[in-house]
């Protein structure tokens, strides 16, 4: 078949993001987030940090905003948040997948933001209806590059922060999480075959809070990355 014909139409890009010291990029397959993984901010939540098994939501792949930058302020909110993350990116799938054998699965991490629709969460939580709108909307992902594992290691402790126009609003570090790496990748993997191009956005620590255009959010993790972005209007 006549290539040019494959498709009714051209085909929406692969969304990728660069990878550190590396001309190919990663390609991006599915978005998994994990929810309330950090004891201080599942309190801000109003949520007991000992009674819940981790649970998930998704965002489409075409939300990554790839090494930050200019991010619009959404539609249909008056209530944006920031979520600074740890971003586990795979690059081996399964079902399954052992506790002890998960960091294989591993390819490297990136440092991400969960940009939120809070007020659009909140009525959803209210009336028992999915997160979609709160969480899963354009640009709601930005992502720095991603650190491959080969050259930079893993990352299970070590500051994660967040500053909006330079004061600190989120602290906290990767060893606080609820469940760690592994356990949350072995965790998945019993609902979905994991593949490689698979993105985990890990939770976030406590110190959520609102964003207006003009601000300038930089998110850090220690001996990882930055990710640099500016809400606009
Ligand atoms: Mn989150």
């Not at 969960?114 to 009525?123: I, V």
Request: proline letters at 7%; hydrophobic letters at 40%.
């Amino acid at each position: 078949m006549n290539p040019d014909n494959l498709y009714a139409f051209e085909a929406a890009e692969i969304p990728s993001i660069p990878v550190a010291g590396q001309e190919s990029r990663f390609p991006v397959r599915r978005i998994y987030c994990v929810g309330r993984n950090y004891a201080a901010h599942t309190r801000e939540m109003g949520r007991d940090p000992d009674k819940e098994p981790p649970f998930f939501f998704m965002k489409p792949a075409d939300a990554i905003v790839p090494e930050g930058g200019l991010v619009k302020y959404p539609a249909g909110t008056s209530d944006l948040h920031h979520e600074i993350e740890l971003v586990v990116a795979l690059h081996r799938g399964g079902h399954d997948i052992a506790v002890g054998r998960a960091l294989e699965h591993v390819y490297g991490y990136a440092i991400g933001l969960d940009m939120t629709r809070r007020d659009l969460q909140s009525e959803a939580k209210k009336l028992g209806r999915p997160w979609d709108f709160g969480k899963s909307f354009d640009q709601s992902a930005p992502i720095s590059a991603v650190y491959p594992v080969a050259s930079h290691g893993h990352h299970s402790s070590g500051a994660i922060t967040l500053a909006v126009n330079g004061t600190i609003r989120q602290k906290g570090d990767l060893s606080d999480m609820i469940w760690n790496v592994p356990e949350t990748i072995a965790f998945l993997s019993q609902y979905y075959d994991l593949a490689p191009g698979d993105l985990i956005y890990t939770g976030t620590p406590a110190g959520v809070g609102a964003v207006v255009p003009g601000d300038r959010l930089l998110g850090r993790i220690e001996g990882l990355a930055e990710l640099d972005v500016e809400i606009v209007s």
